[in-house]
């Protein structure tokens, strides 16, 4: 049972953890069907009707910075990266927000690091080579780099173009600005 908040807005809190959480569901949902265009697209246009729905709420601060804080960090030690595949990790910005996103990667080869939106990805994902466009790119054995993205669903990649397996780690952290 939720206790009321000033003015009788009750509602408030467990609608935006509900968008959150939703949002969070949608990338796991996306990890796992990479293969699957058809649930990209479907994915796409859910994430566009979250982000207005989100956009129409007014929230409360304190329980919304603990939830963005959970949805933009992603920390893989120690990964494994056959040639030719690649990991990455999500990030979510929402409406009326910017987020800076530090972005560090370590690996034992050089590995080929893009930062996506959601569509750059899509049509990544639905390609053969390299990309059509991208927000970054960097490719190395260490790279270290902050960029600012206003809302959306952003992609941290992590390809391996060699012929040999390469173990890397990546840690992405966000902070968000705005609201």
């Given at each position: 049972?939720?206790?009321?908040?000033?003015?009788?807005?009750?509602?408030?809190?467990?609608?935006?953890?509900?968008?959150?959480?939703?949002?969070?569901?949608?990338?796991?949902?996306?990890?796992?069907?990479?293969?699957?265009?058809?649930?990209?697209?479907?994915?796409?246009?859910?994430?566009?009707?979250?982000?207005?729905?989100?956009?129409?709420?007014?929230?409360?601060?304190e329980n919304l910075w603990s939830?963005?804080?959970?949805?933009?960090?992603?920390?893989?030690?120690?990964?494994?990266?056959?040639?030719?595949?690649?990991?990455?990790?999500?990030?979510?910005?929402?409406?009326?927000?910017?987020?800076?996103?530090?972005?560090?990667?370590?690996?034992?080869?050089?590995?080929?690091?893009?930062?996506?939106?959601?569509?750059?990805?899509?049509?990544?994902?639905?390609?053969?080579?390299?990309?059509?466009?991208?927000?970054?790119?960097?490719?190395?054995?260490?790279?270290?780099?902050?960029?600012?993205?206003?809302?959306?669903?952003?992609?941290?990649?992590?390809?391996?173009?060699?012929?040999?397996?390469?173990?890397?780690?990546?840690?992405?952290?966000?902070?968000?600005?705005?609201?």
């Amino acid at each position: 049972m939720y206790s009321s908040l000033p003015g009788g807005d009750s509602w408030r809190v467990p609608a935006v953890v509900f968008i959150i959480l939703f949002a969070f569901a949608l990338i796991m949902w996306i990890h796992t069907a990479q293969s699957d265009m058809a649930r990209i697209n479907y994915c796409q246009s859910q994430y566009n009707t979250l982000s207005s729905n989100y956009t129409a709420l007014n929230h409360s601060f304190e329980n919304l910075w603990s939830a963005l804080n959970s949805l933009g960090q992603g920390n893989l030690e120690d990964v494994t990266l056959e040639p030719g595949y690649y990991g990455y990790v999500g990030v979510v910005v929402p409406s009326g927000f910017t987020g800076i996103i530090h972005i560090t990667m370590s690996s034992t080869s050089p590995l080929y690091l893009y930062v996506f939106n959601l569509n750059e990805f899509i049509d990544w994902v639905r390609s053969v080579g390299s990309p059509s466009s991208y927000i970054y790119y960097q490719s190395g054995d260490y790279i270290d780099y902050t960029l600012s993205e206003g809302p959306g669903l952003y992609f941290i990649v992590v390809y391996n173009p060699s012929n040999g397996d390469v173990t890397y780690s990546l840690t992405v952290t966000t902070t968000y600005t705005g609201g």
